[in-house]
């Protein structure tokens, strides 16, 4: 999550960072983190977020001299007096180069003179500058990212203005890997004063603000387990609507939690019309059902049985599991159960040893896990008969098609694949009413408990992207005279042993799926309601 500048904001003297502008959009757009990053309310980072820190403290720690590339460093000062020489002309020479600046201004918020800081760079020269920000990802460009960095760009184009008393003449922010930007007219402040307005009501509000709490909405927020127990202990309407939109209709219309929601039966609730995202719409009896159920299921903590699942019997199952990093897969899981369990079937060779693995990392499909994929399958297929293939969620096939589709399929192994599939995740929809339906949720529900909780794949994509910054590093290396490529060869083996826990994580997730189709089975008829 993007971090305050200098200081979290005081509201006593009137400090506020321009960085707010981003702890208010990212990872996703949110009210109340502005407030409780404002009051320093404790957050704890991300699986992702503490592995790549972790690894990189190590690493730093045993290869100091080696490491440092791995990401962008930090510019060590800032070029403040450079660019005021500039503008006093006593320097003449211009400067296109991306310069680091601290930037200070003043303005009156709530009837307070708030002093505001942020950093970001700058390039140009004489009276002439122009403020650029990091690049953005090109598939991120449109829409609400595009609004977000205008909301940006004008704010420190303002700060610019008010630390060097000199209009930037434009604003810019790069699109990755390619040659085109997003460039604005600075339009005088006005935009950045009334950003700054929304801010300061935001982090001085004498209550917390409310916002719906969702999984793929919060899972990257620092505050995701505050706010997850707040809304649990309270029974937020948003833990049973689901869809944020209608959370936060229910909340607009004064149905804040599910024991408001239990005070309709079904048909007084489908005839509640709300405002969903600025439109009238009635709750409808589908919906009503739902609603209700979940909140059932909230104020009991039990599942709600609808009808008995269907899962084709069989002695053996085979549970799949993909791991794929960028659109590549690097571990396809395997592993057969039932009456006769067998070993594990997942391999994971080495990252920087193997360079068609190494292509994997890069996010470049290769055939080469997929021939051994198929070797597998073969093998499970002539022990054990055409048993069922179990995984949970759409990914696992619309992978193997994709495979098909680049690599074919000449023996016809992925295609008996295919036919063999069994997705646990509609035969759960349709069975059984539950607050969330991902296999994180559902296995507990299952009674299955993670021998490596601290495990997931937001944790395997830190330790892969880690891994590439290695790799990059010794490439680098590869073509600098006198560097130290034993020690970095000794970097590489440590982010290796690391790499090699992720078969764990994926023989975790196998053993999940297993115990959720046990459970199924277990149901033969729905218990009484």
Known sequence: ??????????????????????????????????????????????????????????????????IAGIEEEQPSRFSNDYVREHIDGKRKRAFAGYMPVLLRGQTRLGG?????????????????????????PATNAGGATASYWAERLQLYGWL????????????????SFTPRYIRLEYDGGRSARKTLKSLWRLVTADEEP?????????KECVFRERCAQTATAAGDISLVAQELAWAEAFHDAGIETAADLLQHDESSLAEIELRVNGEPRLVGPKRSQALLARARIAASGKP???????????????????????????????????????????????????????????????????TGFLTTCQTVFREYGDIPFVH??????????????????????????????????????????????????????????RGHPEFDARWAEALLKTADGVVSKLRWAKRQRGSDREGLLGAMGEVQAQVEQIPTYNEDDLKATWTVLCWLRAQSAPPDS
């Open 112 to 136: 307070r003179l708030v002093t505001v800081v942020g950093r970001t760079h700058v390039s140009g020269g004489a009276r002439n500058w122009v403020v650029e920000e990091d690049s953005l």
């Open 392 to 449: 949970y969620g759409a990914h696992e096939r619309s992978t193997l098609r994709r495979y098909v589709e680049r690599f074919g399929d000449p023996r016809r192994i992925a295609s008996r694949v295919e036919r063999n599939l069994l997705d646990l995740l509609p035969i759960v929809k349709g069975s059984v009413t539950l607050p969330e339906y991902g296999l994180k949720y559902v296995e507990r529900v299952a009674g299955f408990s």
């Open 210 to 218: 409310w916002t719906p709490v969702g999984k793929s909405k919060c």
């Open 1 to 66: 999550m993007n971090q305050p500048d200098r200081q979290t904001g005081d509201r006593s003297s009137g400090h506020l960072a321009a960085s707010y502008v981003a702890v208010l959009r990212r990872p996703t757009y949110c009210v109340r983190r502005p407030y409780l990053t404002f009051r320093e309310f404790p957050g704890s980072p991300t699986s992702y977020t503490r592995t790549r820190q972790q690894l990189r403290h190590d690493l730093e720690a045993a290869y100091p001299d080696l």
């Open 160 to 175: 610019f203005e008010q630390t060097f008393g000199v209009a930037p003449i434009r604003l810019s922010v790069g699109i």
């Open 304 to 370: 709600e049985w609808r009808r008995r699942p269907v899962v084709p019997e069989s002695h053996q199952y085979a549970m799949f599991d993909i791991e794929d990093y960028r659109g590549a897969v690097y571990l396809w899981g395997l592993q057969v159960f039932g009456d006769r369990q067998g070993e594990y079937l997942g391999r994971l060779g080495n990252l920087f040893s193997d360079p068609y693995l190494l292509m994997g990392l890069r996010g470049r499909i290769n055939g080469r896990g997929w």
